[in-house]
């Protein structure tokens, strides 16, 4: 599990497809690195993936072939950059939301706009997802924690503060770009609840209600 607080700005220093995947040597900071272990997960534009290997100067890991489908991981090439976040530990601080690394769809950038040292950057996403983005909820951007500002149905707004902007990689996106998009997993358990063959009949609990009530 992850926050969606970036730690690192790590670089794609190789990548190679393969027959059933790709693999991928990430170069990042010592500070990163301390504590890393064969096994750990790491956080890479918002998609949790297992360290393979550790070297002086970063690691690698080994993408499958459905998180290439679902991820921009396969416009990757050398020296892209990557936001990094090591896995969550029960002394760390929760500071944005919880982030499960699991990608539910590519998003595309539709613009990006400056206020003063603000910027409000739009997201269109597939309209089968946008029914889990609310307004107000969290949702995570290329593995950072963001509150949705503003949804107009399958396009959503959120305020990047000058900090995020200039310690991720959103400072050199532009419109056209594809981006990694998990939205809130307490979105998908409300749905199954909801819609679950076993609930239809005994449940009068809907969206509305739960809208109404604050849980959503």
Known sequence: MFTGIVEDIGYVKRFNK??????????????????????DSICINGVCETV????????????????LSVTNFSLLKQNDELNLERALTLSSRLGGHIVSGHIDCKGVITSVEKHSDFYNLFVEIP????????????????????????IDNNIFKVAVIPHTYGNT?????????FVNIE??????????????????????????????????
Not at 22 to 27: D, N
Not at 127 to 150: E, L, P, R
């Open 18 to 39: 393969t027959s059933d995947g790709a693999k991928l040597e990430v170069r990042c900071s010592v500070e990163l690195l301390n504590d890393t272990k064969l096994g």
């Open 52 to 67: 393979t290997a550790i070297n002086s100067d970063g690691f690698c890991v080994d993408i499958s072939a459905e998180t």
């Open 127 to 150: 309209k089968d997802f946008s029914k889990y983005v609310v307004y107000k909820g969290s949702i995570t951007v290329n593995g950072i924690s963001f509150t949705v500002a503003d």
């Open 169 to 177: 990689n959103l400072r050199i996106l532009n419109a056209g770009d």
């Open 183 to 216: 939205t809130d997993i307490l979105a998908r358990y409300v749905e199954k609840l909801l819609y679950s063959d076993n609930n239809k009949k005994e449940s009068n609990i809907d969206m509305a209600f739960l809208e109404e009530n604050g849980f959503v």
